[in-house]
């Protein structure tokens, strides 16, 4: 019996349960409405249409819902996309739960947790870790739920965390090879870079952008922050500057997000490591998706690119 979206392929018929995670309303050719989902469980998220929608379905099947849908899944675009035939809001005597249909980081929230305030504990710049540690004191429970982004990358609960943590993996490798690097200075830059997203975001399960999110957006809410928080700890040292540089520029380009190129070898590094831990996640996600000797869909944020799973790939 399959499980979860996740397992259903092209050319599949559809008749279970799903979470609408966001919901749009749009006008086809012919000029009837039509309703855009992106529909979710645990296994994964699929793109969905339902055609011909009443003013009435506008209504009902909003964003955070969960619905009992039927349908076929088809191919739109080098895309899975479930064509609806019939939908109808979750009903109690259904015996299903909101939290059964979300996707979850891979690793728990607590173990999460140890390993960010393990790196804290590690920075010997006292600056640094002040500041850190208060940010991450501030926005706590946030980090440890919220997803990492809307869509694309870490994109489920305690996306945030488990993207941070990743980075901080992969930080503690490269400072290894290059000991030059300023440990303390990376460490901060990757814990903090990315949590203005529990103020871009609005939620942590079916999250759409807020209006600081979508007016400032994340960055720019970071670096406010990490002015007030210094301001408050009586901090005025070349280290908040340079924090503050750090995630600036960490999207590396101007048309990527960010009003600055990195300009210190720590955030050219911070970037990079972005990067890779954001795309690797993006990759592998849709690999598991295929069998060995077939392409991933095309990944829209990799250039559009199909990834080729090779046969002797035993992972």
């Given at each position: 019996m399959k499980r979860g979206i996740f397992h259903y392929q092209i050319g599949d018929t559809f008749d279970s349960f799903l979470f609408i995670k966001t919901a749009s309303k749009g006008v086809a050719s012919n000029g009837k409405p039509f309703l855009s989902f992106l529909l979710k469980d645990a296994t994964g998220e699929i793109d969905a249409k339902l055609w011909e929608a009443t003013p009435e379905d506008v209504d009902v099947f909003q964003q955070g819902e969960l619905i009992k849908v039927t349908g076929d899944i088809v191919q739109f675009r080098n895309r899975p996309q479930l064509k609806?035939?019939?939908?109808?809001?979750?009903?109690?005597?259904?015996?299903?739960?909101?939290?059964?249909?979300v996707e979850k980081a891979p690793v728990e929230k607590e173990t999460l947790m140890e390993r960010i305030t393990e790196a804290i504990f590690?920075?010997?710049?006292?600056?640094?870790?002040?500041?850190?540690?208060?940010?991450?004191?501030?926005?706590?429970?946030?980090?440890?739920?919220?997803?990492?982004?809307?869509?694309?990358?870490?994109?489920?609960?305690?996306?945030?965390?488990?993207?941070?943590?990743?980075?901080?993996?992969?930080?503690?490798?490269?400072?290894?090879?290059?000991?030059?690097?300023?440990?303390?200075?990376?460490?901060?830059?990757?814990?903090?870079h990315d949590i203005g997203k529990v103020r871009e975001l609005s939620n942590a399960s079916s999250p759409s952008y807020t209006l600081e999110g979508k007016l400032l957006g994340h960055i720019p809410l970071m670096v406010e922050e990490i002015r007030k928080v210094a301001d408050d700890l009586q901090i005025d040292a070349e280290e908040v500057t340079v924090l503050q540089h750090m995630v600036l520029s960490h999207h590396g380009k101007p048309e990527w997000g960010s009003s600055k190129r990195p300009l210190i070898r720590e955030a050219e590094l911070l970037h990079q490591i972005d990067m890779m831990d954001a795309r690797l996640n993006m990759m592998n996600r849709a690999l598991e998706r295929v069998q060995p000797g077939q392409f991933t869909e095309k990944l829209f944020p990799l250039e559009q690119r199909s990834f080729y799973k090779p046969t002797f790939d035993e992972k």
């Open positions: 609806i035939h019939t939908l109808r809001p979750v009903q109690q005597t259904d015996g299903v739960n909101a939290s059964d249909f590690e920075m010997e710049n006292p600056n640094l870790q002040r500041i850190t540690r208060q940010l991450i004191k501030q926005h706590q429970e946030e980090l440890l739920t919220y997803p990492a982004a809307v869509r694309n990358h870490h994109e489920y609960v305690s996306g945030l965390a488990h993207h941070v943590v990743s980075m901080l993996n992969i930080a503690r490798e490269m400072t290894s090879l290059y000991p030059e690097v300023n440990r303390d200075l990376l460490y901060a830059g990757i814990i903090v």
